[in-house]
């Protein structure tokens, strides 16, 4: 996987109501001068189901109701924001806008890939340790909390805004030794 890189370096979590991210993200890249951010993206993660007997993939965001934006400009973007509808607000302490933490960002940016998608990891489990050969959460162990299997999923905590917040993010078990 690529490791992302990006020029402008603060990323700003905006909340917006749940069902309407990736909508409203498509509105901010056509209102919003270029210049003002560097991506507008809703993290995605391909979660399989099955469906008639059959696993499927399909994308869900990783954190329903936020949408992220690179931008070193963020009070800029946010004059803009008020024209759109079902906008709810930047994340902000107090009257400051907070970009997420550096450590947050670097932890993120491990598990995605360049368009900001999180696919299905493969690894096994020995005795009580969790091992992923591949995929995202590969030298990520630490972050996993538990599994289900059934699902193909594992619940992985990482720090998101300042507290640690459980995410679902698609692993499947090939093999328990």
């Excluded at 020029?7 to 993200?25: D, F, M, P, R, S």
């Excluded at 210049?35 to 965001?61: Q, R, S």
């Excluded at 070193?72 to 803009?80: A, K, P, R």
Aim: charged content about 30%; proline content about 5%; aromatic content about 10%.
């Amino acid at each position: 996987m690529a490791k992302l890189t990006l020029k402008q370096t603060n990323w700003y979590v905006i909340q917006v109501l749940t069902g309407n991210e990736l909508a409203i993200c498509d509105t901010l890249k056509k209102i919003l001068d270029k210049d003002l951010y560097e991506h507008c993206f809703v993290p995605m993660c391909e979660m399989p189901y099955k469906k008639k007997g059959k696993y499927i993939n399909i994308k869900k965001p990783l954190f329903p109701g936020y949408l992220f934006i690179v931008s070193d400009f963020i009070d800029d973007v946010h004059s803009t924001l008020w024209k759109v509808a079902k906008f709810k607000r930047i994340l902000r302490t107090d009257n400051t806008f907070v970009p997420m933490e550096e450590e947050e960002v670097e932890i993120f940016k491990g598990l995605v890939d360049e368009t900001f998608n999180i696919s299905l990891s493969i690894g096994f489990i020995e005795g009580d340790k969790i091992e992923v050969t591949d995929g995202p959460l590969k030298g990520q162990e630490g972050l996993i909390k538990k599994i289900d299997r059934h699902k193909r999923m594992a619940i992985v905590e990482m720090p998101f805004l300042g507290k640690a917040t459980r995410v679902r993010m698609p692993l499947e078990i090939v093999e328990k030794r």
